[in-house]
Nanobody, 116 residues
Framework: QVQLQESGGGLVQAGGSLRLSCAAS????????MGWYRQAPGKQRELVAE?????????NYADSVKGRFTISRDNAKNTVYLQMNSLKPEDTAVYYC????????WGQGTQVTVSS
């Protein structure tokens, strides 16, 4: 059973930075996409950033994080990262990593809290 383990969440002041990591416990084959979602209290889970496999390595971002967040991945380590800069209080949420391969894998979530 493959598990995704996230790390790097925490409490930070507005304007600060955090780097989230998500590593798979075992090699995942045929990865189509790696990404990050977030869910704030009382809100639906939303896509934050994704990295699509294949030539060119397409990345997509939610409009609310464009220019502030950067997704990257280490395919050899089955690890995906999310560098978050210029954090805002509205970025406060539980962040989940996701890997789409032959099936979808979810991480357990890591809390990010941005204080004003």
């Amino acid at each position: 059973q493959v598990q995704l383990q996230e790390s790097g969440g925490g409490l930070v002041q507005a304007g600060g930075s955090l780097r989230l990591s998500c590593a798979a416990s075992r090699t995942i084959f045929s990865i189509d996409r790696m990404g990050w979602y977030r869910q704030a209290p009382g809100k639906q889970r939303e896509l934050v950033a994704e990295s699509v496999s294949g030539r060119g390595g397409i990345t997509n971002y939610a409009d609310s994080v464009k220019g502030r967040f950067t997704i990257s991945r280490d395919n050899a380590k089955n690890t995906v990262y999310l560098q978050m800069n210029s954090l805002k209080p509205e970025d406060t949420a539980v962040y989940y990593c996701v890997v789409d391969a032959l099936r979808r894998y979810w991480g357990q979530g890591t809390q990010v809290t941005v204080s004003s």
